[in-house]
């Protein structure tokens, strides 16, 4: 987007909104058939939202030439929306390249997890680490993001899993919105595996008589501001008791339900979330058919990651079942330790090969219905006037 003039993008033969007239999100045959301008351009203000969009000599007549500081040439290339990533785990220390290898020779998530790796490993580093060395490496990720065009990103804190360590992350995340560089969506993911020396019931209550007060306190002073609420729902972490009670916790304190569930396990985390009203859960790689259902009546967005089950070599989620029985898909490249992907474009790539999406559906996902996941699709995910500014340009005639 433009930060201090008036930006125009001057003729495109065909520009693909994604969709019109402020559409939340897109399902079914929808998803086939994307919004197309021809022939058109666009305006965004020194503010940086659109301020119009359409046929160039009808931008000409409602702009004088002076009005345009910048201009940008975009014949013989596409313009597309911002793409937005649902779901990444990008504030933490400690690499974990040395489990690809017992990956390799068969070791599961669960057995690695259990053997102190995965989550633990990261854990106890990102605990070790300083706000600045977090920091400077989240600025590193956020960069890489949005040379591969993400715009919008949702960013979870889970690698404290005490209240000291999980506000460092979430003061590094919001210090990246300050800052203005990339939109981000702030999520708090204390459960995001339970400590050692607590079982799951011991880590709810925390979190529910410590840890969420504390973030609401933090809210009202205008110091923090967390937009969702997450937990990994999963047999041998936490149930869905515990589940349930940290969620409408959350959403009492005004968050967003956006959490983890059904990855590794069927565990009815789907019929949970929509039963709870969450705005989206992501993963669903063990997800029933009952779960699906659910999910497509409370218009709750299922986030799939097709990077996760091409790391761990899991079944592939049921993208196709999911669009046709009307939930809407979104995608995320689940950015973190155990699966280093910056790319949506390469996320996209593997929902087509891998998932059988068409490459429509995977635009649409990965815009306008990722950002419904995080409640931002009245302000990103499509080009429409009073939108984000948010767009690519790339050097590719269609």
């Not at 633990?120 to 990720?141: D, I, K, M, P």
Request: negative net charge; glycine residues 8%; hydrophobic residues 40%.
């Amino acid at each position: 987007a433009c930060q201090a003039s008036t930006l125009l993008l001057e003729p495109h033969p065909q520009l693909p909104t994604v969709c019109l007239f402020k559409t939340r999100f897109l399902v079914g045959d929808a998803l086939r058939s994307l919004a197309v301008l021809e022939g058109a351009s666009l305006v965004v203000g020194t503010d940086g939202f659109i301020k119009a969009i359409g046929p160039a000599d009808a931008i000409q007549r409602q702009f004088s030439e002076e009005t345009f500081e910048e201009r940008i040439d975009c014949s013989g290339k596409c313009i597309l929306p911002g793409l937005v990533d649902a779901h990444t785990h990008p504030v933490w220390a400690g690499e974990r390249v040395h489990e690809f290898a017992m990956k390799l020779a068969g070791a599961t998530y669960m057995d690695i997890h259990q053997a102190g790796g995965g989550i633990n490993f990261t854990v106890e580093r990102t605990r070790e680490a300083s706000e600045e060395e977090l920091f400077g490496s989240f600025q590193q990720r956020l960069q890489c993001m949005m040379r591969a065009g993400t715009t919008l990103v949702e960013c979870k804190s889970g690698y404290g899993l005490n209240l000291e360590t999980e506000l460092k992350m979430l003061r590094v995340i919001e210090r990246a919105r300050r800052e203005g560089r990339i939109s981000i969506s702030a999520t708090y993911c204390g459960a995001h595996s339970v400590p050692k020396g607590k079982t799951a019931k011991e880590a709810a209550d925390d979190i529910i008589k410590n840890h969420l007060p504390k973030l609401k306190a933090l809210g009202r002073d205008g110091e923090m501001r967390v937009d969702n609420i997450d937990v990994f729902c999963e047999k041998g972490v936490f149930d869905l008791d515990s589940t349930r009670r940290i969620l409408q916790s959350g959403k009492e304190m005004g968050l967003q339900i956006n959490f983890h569930g059904d990855e590794l396990h069927p565990v009815k985390a789907a019929e949970l979330g929509a039963e709870l009203g969450a705005q989206a859960i992501s993963h669903l790689e063990e997800v029933s058919d009952a779960g699906i259902a659910a999910m497509a009546t409370a218009r709750c967005a299922a986030v799939l990651l097709p990077t996760t089950a091409y790391m761990l070599r899991l079944k592939q989620p049921r993208a196709r079942k999911m669009v046709d029985e009307g939930v809407i898909v979104a995608l995320g490249s689940d950015f973190n330790p155990n699966a280093y992907c910056f790319s949506m474009p390469m996320v996209m790539h593997l929902a087509c090969v891998n998932m059988r999406m068409s490459m429509s559906e995977a635009l649409a996902a990965a815009t306008i219905n990722a950002a419904y996941a995080l409640g931002k699709s009245h302000t990103h995910g499509s080009l429409e006037v009073g939108k984000q500014g948010d767009l690519i340009i790339i050097n590719s005639s269609r």
